[in-house]
């Protein structure tokens, strides 16, 4: 069996771990409680996405906040960037969303927000783990034990009225486009297709929406991984085709000929939206495509890079008050004047504006894109053995540029590669990419070499 801290992973974007022996409602509870003492009390938001073992860790969730003086507003199955809107904009202390993203159905996960929605910094997630691992949660007398409201409505109505105002859904309305949704059965199953049918006017065609089934296939929205999509779009002649991970805050794209894009495509047409009508930088982690580098040159506009994990790019983001940014590599567009989170919402109508001002198919406009190849992989990895793997990466490639920040990333004109541990799960994860499909298979050769 695999050590018990791989199954368990304290990190960038929370507590993480394979549901049973190692993530349970006993430590869902004690991190709540912790939760809860760190933010002093006050109204806490809660909800979560469709897996199986959701219900049973939000009802140790609530009692670890109640118990330390919380108020609770239970949101239900809702997308992860709905909560973190609605915790910013209703005045919460903080807010806890019950989701593993793209993980497997066994794992579930406690993502952890600050008072203004945002994943907690180094700081405060530090100060958290303190409290947890010291056990030095505050105990409510019965007088101050707080309440549970329900508010399933608000959160949902927040988040699309602010992706409207930056898109013309008057023009996308008119266009009356027709779209495929896979929504894998996950928290975006129903709002996805109300928003795209009731707020943009589209004829939405969706499978694998009804949140009471489990995941239908693999979570995580990829290429490999979205063929039902791609025969829909092409059965149906959609537009376009979009799918979720289970908490909705990934977005994958299909062209109308059933084509998936590659993610790190659909965050450069979104970036050049941004970046044509609107100042500012871009932000992105290491491991997205040199694409956005071109993107932001075509603008005069300068690319920052960090580690990966959705609290690294929006701390750098708001640092340098970027216009846009994202992690292309996992389908995830921040947009701040919606919220600084990763949100599908956002990239969605922004590609169906995009199409709209162009007059352009979503093939089309892909075509436009400087041409890269990319490739990911992933390998087993032991506990302990990067420094190692690092330090061999470096010794094989001396003429290659280095960042260390995340792992090891090497770079050449026109090409790198990188190593780095998951923050989500115990493997190894590896990314190529060049200016050809020979070239970028030669780096994961090269890399596999180093890699067991």
């Known amino acids: 069996m695999p050590a018990r801290e791989h199954l368990l992973k304290i990190g960038v974007s929370g507590i993480r771990g394979v549901v049973g ?27 979560r996405d469709t897996r199986s073992s959701g219900p049973m860790l939000q009802h140790a969730v609530q009692c670890g906040l109640l118990a330390t003086g919380c108020d609770v507003v239970d949101l239900g199955v809702l997308p992860t960037p709905t909560i973190q809107v609605y915790v910013a904009a209703t005045g919460a202390r903080g807010g806890i969303a019950l989701t593993a993203s793209h993980n497997p159905p066994e794992y579930n996960a406690l993502k952890l927000f600050n008072a203004q929605g945002l994943f907690f910094n180094n700081y405060e997630r530090g100060e958290l783990i303190d409290l947890y691992h010291q056990s030095a949660f505050r105990r409510a007398s019965n007088e101050e034990i707080g309440r549970i409201a329900e508010d399933y409505q608000r959160a949902p109505e927040m988040h699309i009225a602010r992706v409207l105002r930056h898109v013309d859904a008057g023009k996308i309305r008119a266009r009356r486009f027709r779209v495929a949704v896979d929504g894998v059965n996950g928290a975006s199953s129903l709002m996805t297709p109300r928003f795209l049918r009731d707020d943009l006017n589209c004829e939405v065609e969706a499978i694998s929406c009804d949140p009471t089934k489990p995941f239908p296939r693999v979570a995580e929205p990829r290429p490999d991984t979205l063929g039902e999509l791609a ?4 059965r149906t002649g959609a537009d376009a085709g979009f799918a979720h991970d289970p908490d909705g805050d990934r977005l994958a794209v299909c062209d109308e000929l059933g084509r998936v894009l590659d993610n790190d495509d659909v965050l450069a047409l979104v970036v050049d939206a941004a970046l044509e009508r609107l100042p ?26 960090t580690p990966v994990g959705e609290a690294n790019v929006v701390e750098t983001m708001r640092a340098v008050k970027a216009v846009i940014g994202g992690e292309g590599s996992n389908g995830g567009i921040i947009f701040p004047p919606v919220h600084l989170c990763r949100d599908s919402y956002t990239g969605m109508a922004f590609l169906l504006a995009r199409m709209v001002s162009t007059g352009k198919t979503v093939s089309e406009l892909t075509a436009g894109l400087p041409r890269y190849y990319r490739r990911l992989g992933q390998a087993a990895y032991e506990h302990g053995r990067l420094g190692s793997l690092m330090q061999a990466l470096e010794e094989r490639f001396p003429d ?20 780095r541990s998951s923050n989500t799960e115990p493997i190894l994860r590896l990314a190529a990419e060049a200016r050809s499909e020979e070239e970028v298979e030669a780096l994961l050769r090269q890399i596999g070499t180093e890699v067991p």
């Open 21 to 47: 022996e190692f993530l349970t409602p006993a430590l869902a509870c004690a991190f709540a409680e912790a939760f809860g003492t760190y933010v002093g009390g006050g109204r806490v938001v809660v909800g």
């Open 231 to 234: 025969a829909l779009v092409r």
């Open 280 to 305: 500012g930088d871009v932000v992105v982690n290491l491991t997205t495509s040199s694409v956005i580098d071109d993107i932001a040159a075509r603008h005069g506009r300068r690319v920052w890079r």
């Open 400 to 419: 290659a540029a280095t960042d260390r920040s995340d792992g090891l990333k090497l770079m050449w004109p026109g090409r790198w590669i990188h190593v």
